[in-house]
């Protein structure tokens, strides 16, 4: 998902590797997290299924949130979660603002220069989503020519839009803050499509009484993963353990199921 922003990263305090190598989590949680006990996580809570807000507008839900209550659980640690918003987000792992990302990130060769990431949870790929009732024909992204195209800005959809207007694409965009917006205007009739994750268009298509369907996917070639601090390799190395043994505990597929209906997460481990 997520467009890369350059930031300038500090290197983190070598204490916290040195201390984890003890293999200890309750006794060593202070030192792998900024605030003792506690893992906090950056989110930007406007992206369901993966992270929004339940129907009290206060407490996050979602895939990531399911996840990173598990994970924190593995580590003895209690999560804090900090709505950000999206063009800041990265920025603030880099400050400190909070231990990790765990938003629906994207793992590209970009961000891999200035963040680190844990191994992938997820996979995805792009999607073109239209109101069922939609007189318009798409097969394929190039049918986009002529539309009112919406999608989220600072997005791996936005950089795919963008290269296929790059590539000679004449369409009219309209980008939003969050992708709960691209939906409503669409229902509003005010866009004619939408290019967004395909497992975002997995959940706003699932309803039976959903106005959306899935036009068009891609291939599954991006996958999501934990943004870290450049060289915290203590916290990286124990939420990777912890997601490995989430997955063979079989409770990454749990979470999918409560999610999605269906598991999307073993094919990339497989």
Do not use: H
Not at 56 to 70: C, L, Q, R, S, W
Request: proline share 3%.
């Amino acid at each position: 998902m997520r467009k890369f922003l350059v930031i300038t990263t500090m290197s983190v305090a070598l204490v916290s590797q040195a201390l984890f190598a003890t293999g200890g989590k309750q006794d060593n949680a202070g030192a792998l997290t900024l605030k003792q006990g506690v893992l906090s996580i950056g989110m930007e809570i406007g992206y369901p299924p993966f992270e929004y807000y339940d129907v009290d507008g206060k407490t996050p839900i979602g895939f990531d949130v399911e996840m990173a209550n598990a994970l924190a659980a593995k580590l003895g640690l209690k999560t804090e979660f900090i709505d950000t918003a999206w063009d800041g987000i990265f920025a603030g792992v880099a400050t400190n603002k909070y231990d990790c990302v765990i938003s629906a990130a994207t793992i590209t060769d970009e961000r891999k220069v200035a963040y680190d990431f844990t191994r992938p949870y997820i996979g995805n790929a792009q999607a073109i989503v239209l109101l069922k009732n939609s007189a318009i024909k798409i097969q394929k992204p190039e049918d986009l020519t002529g539309l009112r195209v919406t999608f989220q800005a600072e997005t791996t959809s936005d950089i795919y839009v963008t290269k296929l207007i790059e590539e000679g694409l004449k369409t009219n965009v309209f980008e939003y803050d969050k992708v709960m917006n691209c939906f409503d205007e669409l229902k509003l009739g005010r866009v004619d499509a939408i290019v967004c994750d395909s497992l975002v268009a997995v959940n706003y298509v699932a309803p039976a009484d959903s106005p959306f369907v899935i036009v068009w996917q891609g291939t599954s070639d991006e996958e999501f993963g934990i943004c870290l601090k450049k060289g915290n390799t203590a916290l990286l190395n124990a939420l990777n353990n912890a997601l490995d043994e989430l997955f063979a505990d079989g409770v990454m597929v749990e979470i999918s199921q409560r999610v999605f209906n269906m598991d999307m997460v073993s094919a990339l481990r497989n």
